[in-house]
């Protein structure tokens, strides 16, 4: 028999914590426990950083850092707007097949700030946005995904 896990849908309080908060949702830990893990909230000023907020945020190594102590990796995927060649030949095509079964972590174009990106969960059903302005649980369809990162448990 298989067991689903139920997942919770985590908001964001800012704009540049929807990394953060999709790590929790698949932990299944709040942004707190997230936080006292990485020894930060984020919301230290940065001027040199390039997100409009200008604030410190979470890097990827942080996020993936907590992901692995909590048993979980995330797979690769292409970055589906670049085109993927074969020995330089233009004309090859290949055929990538992702199971949209299995829950995973995408980026997307962000609805809020043109230009850059948002990471949001997909449960295996529903999408789970961050974005206090989305529903919990959104359809795949309503997004432009970039990258999939299928999670894995170790």
Not at 4 to 29: H, N, P, V, W
Not at 49 to 59: A, D, I, L, V, Y
Not at 95 to 104: C, G
Not at 124 to 141: F, H, I, T
Request: hydrophobic fraction near 35%; charged fraction near 25%; charge should be negative.
């Amino acid at each position: 028999m298989t067991v689903l896990r139920r997942y919770k849908t985590i908001k964001q309080r800012d704009d540049y914590s929807c990394f953060a908060c999709c790590a929790c949702m698949i932990t299944g830990e709040t942004m707190k426990q997230f936080v006292k893990f990485v020894g930060h909230d984020g919301s230290e000023s940065s001027p040199d950083e390039s997100h409009p907020s200008k604030c410190r945020g979470f890097t990827d190594r942080e996020v993936v850092s907590y992901l692995v102590d909590r048993g979980y990796a995330l797979g690769t995927s292409p970055e589906w707007h670049f085109p993927i060649h074969f020995n330089g030949d233009p004309n090859e095509t290949i055929k990538i097949e992702i199971p949209i079964t299995e829950p995973a972590l995408l980026l997307v174009e962000s609805e809020m700030l043109s230009g850059y990106f948002h990471v949001v969960f997909w449960d295996g059903q529903w999408v789970r946005d961050p974005n206090p302005k989305r529903p919990a649980k959104s359809k795949l369809g309503e997004y432009k995904i970039r990258e999939w990162s299928q999670v894995i448990i170790l």
